[in-house]
């Protein structure tokens, strides 16, 4: 079992910077990826960002350049540095670990980006 809590969500005025956390209940060493999702209302849930166990980084095409994913291996800490937020980066952020072959979730924290 895997247990994620997400925090740093908030109401941010458009190109703004927000980090958000997710602190993972086991090492992040013995984790395939942890990868960083978004939910807007009505739309399909879509990966934002991703580690692997490696280190190495993938992101979505929209943020690319402007969100970076890292860990803190000793506060076994994934984070999501938000910066030039733009309104459709508003959604529900969730963080997610692949342990073996299940994926866990968190609950999520809602980001807002007034224009």
């Known amino acids: 079992q895997v247990q994620l809590v997400e925090s740093g969500g908030g109401l941010v005025q458009a190109g703004g910077s927000l980090r958000l956390s997710c602190v993972v209940s086991r090492s992040l060493f013995s984790l395939n990826a942890v990868g960083w999702y978004r939910q807007a209302p009505g739309k399909q849930r879509e990966l934002v960002a991703n580690?692997?166990?490696?280190?190495?980084?993938t992101y979505l095409d929209s943020v690319k350049g402007r969100f970076t994913i890292s860990r803190d291996n000793t506060e076994n800490t994934v984070y999501l540095q938000m910066n030039s937020l733009k309104p459709e980066d508003t959604a529900g952020y969730y963080c997610?670990?692949?342990?073996?072959?299940?994926?866990?979730w968190g609950q999520g924290t809602q980001v807002t980006v007034s224009s």
């Open positions: 580690i692997v166990s490696g280190g190495w980084t």
């Open positions: 997610s670990a692949k342990y073996w072959d299940e994926a866990y």
